[in-house]
């Protein structure tokens, strides 16, 4: 397939009868092993990790065994996953623990994977629509017990997570594409009945309201802002939905803050002296400076944290058993100098450029690629959430729907193109 795929064969046309039948089965149960993944993607890290090894269980055997062979894979994004894995290996080059370096580029691999496996077992775009069913599900478990929590007065809601970073990410990254699917008619993109898109509205509600009790200030700004810019993109063509859709939002945040409790942590967005602004400030620094020290390949990846309690904290820093910088960019900084922040800057940018291709050419995939993107790196800004299993396995995930969704948009148009 030309222009930015690559495609090696199409399972509907180059096989027919009991070999058909047998790719077809081995690629049902690692889709199947995905399914299983996107329903625990919210809710269990363990059932993530179970579900994503038995995929690739069978997407290798099926591989050694040429029984999978439909291979179509975005190779630009692919590129610049593999150029930002040697950023990662060149910066064990000097670090003081190489083989933690090694580790985490091991890590970073691992939590691709549902890029490539997603465009490798899906061959019908319905597919990938369960995908995102079933996630949204997950999603809807893990928002009614963030609720459940914040009602018998936990305002730091994790849901199912050992911390509330944890849901903030997903959730993030899942609420701009849950205003997508309710705000926005895509023709026939969407194979979705209006009752179904109501459910999806009302799953959009109660994830504002999980993170409102979620109380992860950098996800409330992150969330804002993307609203704000989801409005001025679809206001033209959905008037009515959005001014519903903000007239929500204007009355959740009016309802958090009658309480007092998100009241005070709304107060401390602009606070300096509050101790979680003021440490953030203080490693930070510290990571500018083991950026200062290391400027080309940093101090290595995954070294951050013993760097930092070892030799860079300040005399100043009450919270002296933090293990990374709580933001992607001075993470990237620290640990692999430029050359790593450059490989981190060219992915994302690679990840961007394609949503905003596809945006151009009007599909939802594209929107949802991009404004997804955007919601990780917004809140990424004030958190490290790049290294976070949950959170970055869900982001995957979403990039090889994504990316299969706007190949499929692209041959569409191609087709029609022809037959025009």
Request: net charge positive; with cysteine.
């Amino acid at each position: 397939m030309a222009g930015p795929f690559f495609c090696w064969g199409n399972v509907n046309q180059l096989f027919n009868g009991k070999e058909r039948d047998a790719i077809g089965n081995i690629q049902k149960y690692a889709y199947g092993s995905m399914v299983v993944f996107a329903f625990f993607s919210a809710i269990s890290i363990a059932g993530v990790n179970i579900a994503l090894g038995v995929a690739a269980l069978f997407v290798v055997g099926g591989i050694y065994r040429k029984e999978i062979q439909a291979l179509c894979i975005d190779k630009t994004i692919a590129r610049a996953c593999l150029v930002f894995l040697l950023a990662v290996l060149i910066s064990a080059i000097g670090a003081l623990q190489p083989w933690a370096a090694v580790e985490r580029a091991l890590n970073y691999f691992f939590r691709m994977l549902p890029f490539f496996f997603v465009p490798l077992i899906c061959q019908e775009k319905k597919q990938l629509w369960m995908l995102l069913g079933v996630g949204a599900l997950s999603l809807m478990i893990a928002d009614v017990y963030a609720l459940w929590q914040g009602i018998h007065g936990n305002l730091r809601a994790p849901a199912f997570h050992s911390h509330p970073m944890m849901l903030a990410g997903i959730l993030v990254q899942w609420i701009p594409a849950l205003t997508l699917v309710t705000a926005v008619e895509w023709g026939k993109q969407l194979p979705i009945k209006p009752t179904w898109r109501w459910t999806v509205g009302l799953l959009w509600l109660l994830s504002l309201i999980a993170l409102i009790v979620n109380g992860t200030r950098g996800a409330w700004l992150a969330v804002f802002f993307l609203l704000l810019l989801l409005g001025a993109t679809l206001l033209r063509k959905h008037k009515k939905i959005l001014v519903l859709g903000s007239l929500a939002l204007v009355l959740l945040v009016g309802a958090a803050g009658q309480h007092s409790g998100l009241q005070e942590r709304v107060n401390t967005l602009g606070d300096a002296s509050f101790q979680s602004n003021s440490e953030r400030l203080l490693m930070w620094q510290s990571a500018w400076n083991m950026f200062l020290d290391h400027p080309v390949t940093g101090v290595g990846a995954q070294n951050y944290e013993y760097q930092y309690q070892n030799h860079y904290i300040s005399p100043l820093a009450k919270e002296r058993g933090q293990m990374h910088a709580h933001s992607n960019v001075f993470q990237m900084l620290a640990e692999q100098g430029l050359i790593g922040l450059g490989a981190f800057c060219l992915l994302f940018g690679v990840i961007l450029k394609r949503g905003w291709q596809g945006m151009r050419r009007g599909s939802f995939w594209g929107y949802m690629l991009f404004f997804s993107t955007l919601g990780l790196l917004l809140q990424g800004l004030t958190e490290f959430n790049f290294g976070n299993a949950a959170v970055i396995r869900l982001y995957w995930l979403f990039v090889g729907v994504a990316a299969a969704g706007l190949q499929w948009d692209l041959k569409e148009s191609k087709r029609v193109n022809l037959v025009k």
